[in-house]
Structures are given as structure tokens and as C-alpha cells.
């Protein structure tokens, strides 16, 4: 009967007490740590990685965070984007903003191989975003280095990476590139990053050209060998896609006198790769630029369906056209 009684009177105590720890940390202060109140969490982070990024930007215990979002069952609610945390007070203020589903945004699919000026039509279309001030901040150098990229490059051709996005109908020009620089980023962390010998600026440059001339993506990695194949003999890649990325409108067929265009973008005059991504590529084409197949081929041609016949020699390949 003792018992009972100790258990009927223990009940009552930790419910208070589970009441109290949950006002509490609801109710902590949070403050912002650095000059930009803004932060991205990538879409795909964790629980973890989004504890960290916050605990990195503000005053807040990962731990804290984690245990908030598990007594309010929030856990797996959080929504990836851009935020601003000026308004967030404490810990319920945060977490009401980074789960919430909000009327005010739109959702936004941009596919792998557009060039830049593709992309700013497609925010202007869906957001109406200033086309002139995105362009512009593609090729800003400060924003460029701002923004976290490995490699020194002079503009954003190749890491405004495609996927789809949910943005706040208020982003700006500098909020969207942001969002979509830092998901390349994670990506390439994730999946690439120290598992090739291509520097990142390297390696994007490669994707963007396999990307150009792959339809289909089981064949991006043995089209990424027979580049990487003429790279070690010092050949010219002769990529089609570079000389494509001359001219304004993708061409329905390059010929001849196209491919004596001069310019450092094209292959079939200059050895190596050229200075620059010619697109933006899916991670399926950058995973491919840094771990090809393990093949002889040095040359290949499309059929009618957009698949490709590989050839090891340039008579076979002749056979093959």
C-alpha cells in the first residue's frame, strides 16, 4: 500500500518536473553569434548537422536543440532553406521557424546542365528577381569568396547547384545563390570531396562537359573515363558541349567550321580543360568526373536515341559514325 502511495505521489512530481525542463528550454534565450543573422541548412542535413550549424551561428547547446526537438516531436520536421534569425527570441521561436510550411513560399526546380542566364530567367519567371543584380552577383568576386567555394574562381558557372527548392517569395538575388552554392558545397562534401585527385574547380569543369553530352546517367561515368583516358595522353578532349557553350542557343548540330571558333572554351583547339564549368551539374555527372570507369576508350558517338558507342581506336570509331 506504501508503495502505491509513493508511486501515486512520484507520478505528479515528474510530470511537474518534465513540464518545468520543457517551459525551460523552450523558453532559453538565443542570440545570433556573427554579423549575418542568416543561415542555410541544406536540404538532406541531418538532425546533427542542423544542431551544429546552429550551434555555430548561435548561442544555443546542440544538445539543447536536439532535446527541444525531441519533447516536441519535431525531430524529423524541419524544413530545409534560408532563414533569418532576427526574429527568433529563444528556442521555441527557432523551432516554430524552421518547421513551419509558410503560404509565403515557392517551390522551384531547376534542372542539371543549365547555364546561368537559364537559371536567372527561371527566378524571374517564378520570383521575379532582378535578372541584372544576379548576373551581376555571379561574377562578383568579394560575393563569390564570401561564399565558402574551395577553389579561386571568377564566376558561378557550375555551382548553382540543380535541385528542388522551397524559397520565401522575400529571398533576394545574394539569398538565393547563397542557398544554392551552399548545396553544392554540402554535396560535394559529402559524396566527392578528398576522393579525386581534380581540385573542385577541376572536377566541376569536367562534370559540366559530361553533363553537356550524357542523356543518360549510366553512361556518365564511362564517358568521364574516355575524357580522363585523353587527359593522361595529352590529347584534345574534343567535346562537343564546349564548343556548344559558344553560342547563345544550343545549336541542333555542331559542324566543322564551329569547331574552329577560337576561344579558350573549346576543346578541339585547346589541350586540357577549359577555364570554367560550361553548366551546372547534377551530382550524378560530378560523382562521374571523379570516379570514371576503368576502360581503354578513347573516343565515342551518339546514335539517334542519345546513347553512345565507345570505340578504344580512332578506325573503329570511324566505323562507328
Known amino acids: 500500500m506504501n508503495k502505491n502511495k509513493l508511486i501515486l505521489l512520484s507520478i505528479p512530481t515528474v510530470i511537474f518536473i518534465f513540464i518545468f525542463f520543457y517551459g525551460l528550454i523552450l523558453s532559453l534565450n538565443v542570440s ?47 524544413k530545409y532553406g534560408r532563414y533569418d534569425l532576427k526574429s527568433v527570441n529563444n528556442v521555441s521561436d527557432l523551432i516554430t521557424l524552421i518547421t513551419s510550411v509558410s503560404k509565403d513560399r515557392v517551390r522551384i526546380t531547376i534542372f542539371e546542365g543549365l547555364k546561368i542566364q537559364e ?9 521575379d528577381i532582378d535578372i541584372e543584380k544576379f548576373l551581376e552577383l555571379c561574377y562578383d568576386k568579394k560575393f563569390i569568396k564570401e561564399l565558402g567555394l574551395e577553389s579561386k574562381i571568377p564566376k558561378l558557372e557550375g555551382y548553382l547547384y540543380p535541385d528542388t527548392y522551397i524559397f520565401l517569395k522575400s529571398f533576394t538575388e545574394s539569398d538565393i545563390i547563397e542557398v544554392m552554392v551552399r548545396q553544392f558545397i554540402y554535396n560535394y562534401d559529402k559524396y566527392v570531396k578528398n576522393k579525386t585527385n581534380l581540385n573542385m574547380h577541376q572536377l566541376v569543369t569536367l562534370a559540366s562537359i559530361i553533363q553537356g553530352e550524357a542523356v543518360y546517367d549510366d553512361e556518365m561515368k564511362i564517358i568521364s573515363s574516355v575524357y580522363h583516358n585523353r587527359l593522361d595522353k595529352d590529347m584534345l578532349l574534343q567535346a562537343d558541349p564546349t564548343v556548344q557553350y559558344l553560342f547563345p542557343k544550343q545549336k541542333k548540330k555542331i559542324l566543322i567550321k564551329d569547331t574552329e571558333i577560337k576561344s579558350p572554351y573549346n576543346t578541339y583547339l585547346n589541350k586540357g580543360l577549359p577555364p570554367g564549368p560550361i553548366n551546372n551539374p547534377g551530382i550524378e555527372a560530378i560523382v562521374a568526373a571523379g570516379d570514371p570507369a576503368k576502360t581503354d576508350y578513347f573516343y565515342f558517338v551518339s546514335d539517334k536515341k542519345g546513347r553512345h558507342i565507345f570505340n578504344k581506336t580512332y578506325k573503329a570509331h570511324l566505323k562507328s559514325k
Open 32 to 78: 545570433c553569434n556573427h554579423v549575418s543573422s542568416k543561415i542555410t541548412i541544406p536540404k538532406g542535413a541531418s538532425l546533427n548537422e542542423v544542431a551544429n550549424i546552429l550551434e555555430y551561428n548561435l548561442c544555443l547547446d546542440s544538445f539543447i536543440f536536439k532535446t527541444a526537438m525531441f519533447m516536441t516531436y519535431n525531430e524529423k520536421n524541419i
Open 119 to 127: 537559371i536567372a530567367l527561371i527566378f524571374k519567371d517564378k520570383m
